[in-house]
C-alpha cells in the first residue's frame, strides 16, 4: 500500500510574493476554486496582517472554498496570529501557520533576539493559536541553515505546545538533496513525539534544487510537501507542485507514495496560474511547459508514432493535456464550441457562453484556424471579475518612419464618452497618455508583455501590463488581433481593477467632470 503525501499549496502566499504578482481578492477566489478541483489538501490562502486586502483575500477563499483545508501564515507576534484566524475561522477546516526564524544569522541581524527568546515566542505563539485552532502549523524560517541541536529544541517546544504539523523550510534555497535528507533523518531522530505530528518540508529554487530535496525529504518519511502552481514564488520560486506530484505517480516504483491530486486538472490550473500571475510558463518548463510533451526530431517522432512510450514517459492526457480532433473555424456552431470548451474545463453560464461565441465569431473571421490556446484566451478575457468603469470605445492611431505617433481615445466612463489624443514615442505610448488624460490617474507602468496566443501571423495578441500607484502593483490582460488595441485593453484593465480597489476619488483628469455630474454606470 503506497502512503499518503499531503500536498499543501502555497500558490496563493509564497507563490503572490513573486516579484511582479498582484493577485486581487477575485483572482485569488478563481485559483482556489480550480486547487479545491486539483484537489489539493491544504490551500495557504495568503498571509493575512500583511495588509487589509490580504486579510480579505483569504477571509473569502476560508468562507467560500470546501474541500481542502484553508491555511493563514502569521508571525509568531499574538496580533498576528488573532488576525490570521479571524481571517480562516470561516473555513470548515481551519489553520493557522506560525513562523519564526531559528538561523543564527536571522537571530542576530533581523530578528535581533536570543535563542531563549526564540523558543519563549514559539512555545507562546502556538499555545495561543491553538487557543483558537486545533490544527496549528508551525515553521522555522532558514530552518537548513539553523544549527541542528537548537532546532531541534524549537521543534521539540512547538510539538510540546500542541503543534499539528512542523515544517522544515530551506528558506534561502541552499540545501542539496543528500544534505536535506540526512537533515530531516536527524531531527526524525532528534524531536520526541513526532508521531503525534506530520512532518511537512518547504524548498526553494535557488539552486534549482526545490523539487529535487522535497523528494528526498519524502524518501526520508515527510508526508507534507509544500509547494506552488509552475513553482512560483519568492526570487527563483518554490517546489513546482506539477512536478514533484508526477514524480510521485511516474517513480510510484522509487518512492512508494501517492499524492490525492487529479492529475487531469494539473494542465488547466498552470494555465490559469500563468495567466492570472502574469508570470508565463517557460517553453522547457517540466510537465506543463508548452515543449514538454512535444517530438521535434525526426528519429523521436518515428519512435513517438509506432510506440508513444518510446520518448514519453507520461502521458499527456494524464495531466489534461486534450487533443483537438475537431479544429474549430468561421463554420463551427454553438454545440461544437460548448463541447470544447467543457472538454478545456470551462463551464460558461449561458450569458457567458453568448458572449464568448461573439467573440469567437469575430476571431474566426480574421483566423482561419482557431486553437485551444485561442479559446482559453477568449473565455478568460470574457470572464470579468470586475466592474468596468473604464471601457474602450474607439482608437486611432497614427504611426509610421519619421512622423509622431499620435493616438486619439474614447472611453466610456459611467456611461459618457470622453475623448483624449496624446502624442508618444511610440504607438503605444501615445495610446497611453490618452488614456492618462482621460483617467487622471497618475500610475507608473512597471512591465509590459506581449505574446502571442498561438502561431500564424493573424495570431491573437496577448498583453500583459504591470502599473503601480501608491505602491501597490495591478496587472492588467487585453487580448486582441492588434497589438495596439490589446495594449490599449490591458492598460484599461489594470486601471479598472485600481479604480475598483480605490473608487472614484483617486480619479482626475477629464473623467472628475464627468463623475461629479453623477453619471450613472
Ligand atoms: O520560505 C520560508 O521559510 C517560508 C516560511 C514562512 C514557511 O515561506
Ligand atoms: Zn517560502
Not at 101 to 114: E, G, I, N
Amino acid at each position: 500500500m503506497p502512503r499518503r503525501v499531503y500536498i499543501f499549496d502555497t500558490t496563493l502566499r509564497d507563490g503572490a510574493q513573486s516579484p511582479g504578482v498582484c493577485l486581487n481578492v477575485q483572482e485569488k477566489l478563481e485559483i482556489a476554486r480550480q486547487l479545491a478541483r486539483l484537489n489539493v489538501d491544504v490551500i495557504e490562502a495568503g498571509f493575512p496582517a500583511s495588509s487589509p486586502g490580504e486579510f480579505e483575500a483569504v477571509r473569502t477563499v476560508a468562507e467560500k472554498i470546501s474541500g481542502p483545508t484553508i491555511a493563514g501564515l502569521a508571525r509568531v507576534a499574538l496580533s498576528d496570529i488573532d488576525t490570521c484566524w479571524r481571517a480562516v475561522k470561516a473555513a470548515r477546516r481551519p489553520r493557522i501557520h506560525t513562523f519564526i526564524a531559528t538561523s543564527d544569522v536571522h537571530l542576530k541581524y533581523k530578528l535581533r533576539m536570543t535563542r531563549e527568546q526564540v523558543l519563549e515566542a514559539v512555545d507562546r505563539a502556538v499555545r495561543h493559536a491553538k487557543n483558537y485552532c486545533e490544527d496549528v502549523e508551525f515553521s522555522p524560517e532558514d530552518a537548513s541553515r539553523s544549527d541542528l541541536a537548537f532546532l531541534i529544541q524549537v521543534l521539540t517546544v512547538a510539538v510540546e505546545a500542541g503543534a499539528t504539523v512542523l515544517n522544515i523550510p530551506d528558506t534561502v534555497g541552499y540545501a542539496t538533496p543528500e544534505e536535506f535528507a540526512a537533515f530531516i533523518r536527524e531531527i526524525r531522530r532528534g524531536v520526541p513525539h513526532l508521531d503525534r505530528v506530520i512532518l511537512s518540508v518547504h524548498c526553494h529554487n535557488d539552486l534549482g534544487l526545490a523539487v529535487a530535496n522535497s523528494l528526498a525529504a519524502v524518501q526520508e518519511g515527510v508526508q507534507q510537501v509544500e509547494c506552488t502552481v509552475n513553482g512560483i514564488g519568492e526570487r527563483a520560486g518554490n517546489t513546482a507542485l506539477e512536478e514533484v506530484v508526477m514524480a510521485l505517480y511516474t517513480r510510484r516504483d522509487i518512492y512508494g507514495a501517492e499524492t490525492a491530486i487529479r492529475t487531469e486538472e494539473i494542465y488547466r490550473t498552470s494555465r490559469l496560474v500563468a495567466s492570472l500571475s502574469g508570470m508565463p510558463v517557460q517553453y522547457n518548463k517540466a510537465v506543463v511547459g508548452r515543449n514538454a510533451f512535444q517530438h521535434a526530431s525526426g528519429i523521436h517522432q518515428d519512435g513517438v508514432l509506432k510506440e508513444r512510450t518510446t520518448y514519453e514517459i507520461m502521458n499527456a492526457a494524464t495531466i489534461g493535456l486534450v487533443t483537438e480532433h475537431i479544429v474549430l473555424g468561421k463554420y463551427s456552431g454553438r454545440h461544437a464550441f460548448r463541447h470544447r470548451l467543457e472538454q478545456l474545463g470551462f463551464h460558461l453560464d449561458d450569458e457567458e457562453l453568448e458572449q464568448a461565441f461573439f467573440r469567437f465569431k469575430n476571431l474566426a473571421d480574421r483566423k482561419s484556424e482557431i486553437t485551444d490556446r485561442d479559446l482559453e484566451a477568449i473565455v478568460r478575457h470574457e470572464l470579468k471579475t470586475i466592474p468596468e468603469k473604464f471601457q474602450l470605445e474607439s482608437m486611432h492611431i497614427s504611426s509610421g518612419t519619421n512622423v509622431v505617433p499620435t493616438a486619439t481615445v474614447g472611453l466610456k466612463v459611467n456611461g459618457t464618452l470622453l475623448q483624449e489624443a496624446a502624442c508618444g514615442e511610440g504607438p503605444v505610448d501615445a495610446t497611453f497618455k490618452a488614456i492618462d488624460k482621460i483617467t487622471g490617474l497618475p500610475v507608473a507602468l512597471r512591465n509590459y508583455t506581449l505574446n502571442a496566443v498561438s502561431g500564424g501571423k493573424d495570431a491573437m495578441g496577448e498583453v500583459t501590463v504591470h502599473v503601480e500607484y501608491e505602491g501597490r502593483g495591478f496587472l492588467g490582460r487585453g487580448l486582441s488581433t492588434d497589438i495596439i488595441e490589446a495594449s490599449a485593453k490591458a492598460y484599461i484593465n489594470a486601471l479598472n481593477k485600481l479604480a475598483f480597489e480605490y473608487g472614484d476619488a483617486v480619479l482626475a483628469g477629464k473623467c472628475t467632470r464627468e463623475i461629479q455630474q453623477g453619471g450613472s454606470d
